[in-house]
């Protein structure tokens, strides 16, 4: 059973314009959330991330949104663009084992 | 500084041969940990440590078999290969610094069994 699921296997938004991916998860430990990016043929980079006592953190053109009662999180990319297509990974840590992973969304950025 | 580096890049290998991955990190990390992607899928963990000399289980670590003998090399082993675990693996280490911290990536090893 999948513990932090990415619905949308891809996204397409036009270059400019405000991206949203999103995750939603099911086990109450995790405790740290993430956002790796990837592209083909190199390893996940890390993005973003917040603490289960926060519910929003940015960084520059990023924005991770946390909401507990909801078990989801959002990750906000404005303006989009092209450097920026590539597959997003949401990660969550509940302990020193590892991070669970979501399957990915592909974001294109259209120009 | 090199992060985390993978050997070998690629691979094939035939039913039933072995092999070692190679995971070296020069970032002086405490924990490290062994991920496989398979296509569509998210990366699931295979084994991990947090420490020199110690190993531990992750959610698929049936057919692998790991070991973290020096502080900053982690090996995943391979004794019968199968074409089930034809996949891309990651290496990722972590350090126990103050607060939170985000695992590095390796850049992959492409690991294809016939």
């Known amino acids: 059973d999948q513990q932090v699921k990415q619905n949308s296997p891809s996204l397409s938004v036009q270059e400019g314009r405000i991206s949203i991916l999103n995750c939603d998860y099911t086990?109450?430990?995790?405790?740290?959330f993430l956002w790796y990016k990837k592209y083909p043929a190199e390893g996940p980079t890390f993005l973003i991330s917040?603490?289960?006592?926060?519910d929003k953190n940015e960084d520059g053109r990023f924005t991770v949104f946390l909401n507990k009662s909801a078990k989801h999180l959002s990750l906000h990319i404005v303006p989009s663009q092209p450097g920026d297509s590539a597959v997003y990974f949401c990660?969550?840590?509940?302990?020193?084992?590892?991070?669970?992973f979501g399957k990915g969304t592909h974001l294109i950025i259209q120009p | 500084n090199a992060g985390v580096t993978q050997t070998p890049k690629f691979r094939v290998l035939k039913t039933g041969q072995s092999m070692t991955l190679l995971c070296a990190q020069d970032?002086?990390?405490?924990?490290m940990y062994w991920y496989r992607q398979d296509p569509g899928m998210g990366l699931r963990l295979i084994h991990y440590?947090?420490?020199?000399?110690?190993?531990a289980k992750g959610e698929v670590p049936d057919g692998y078999n790991v070991s973290r003998l020096k502080k900053q090399n982690f090996l995943l082993g391979l004794e019968s290969a199968a074409p089930s675990q034809t996949s891309v693996y990651f290496c990722?280490?972590?350090?126990?610094?103050?607060?939170?911290?985000?695992?590095?990536f390796g850049d992959g090893t492409r690991l294809s069994i016939l």
């Open positions: 990660a969550a840590r509940g302990g020193a084992d590892g991070l669970t």
């Open positions: 086990n109450s430990m995790f405790d740290y």
């Open positions: 917040i603490s289960s006592i926060k």
């Open positions: 970032m002086n990390h405490e924990y």
């Open positions: 440590s947090v420490g020199e000399g110690t190993t």
């Open positions: 990722a280490s972590l350090t126990i610094g103050v607060g939170n911290q985000p695992q590095h």
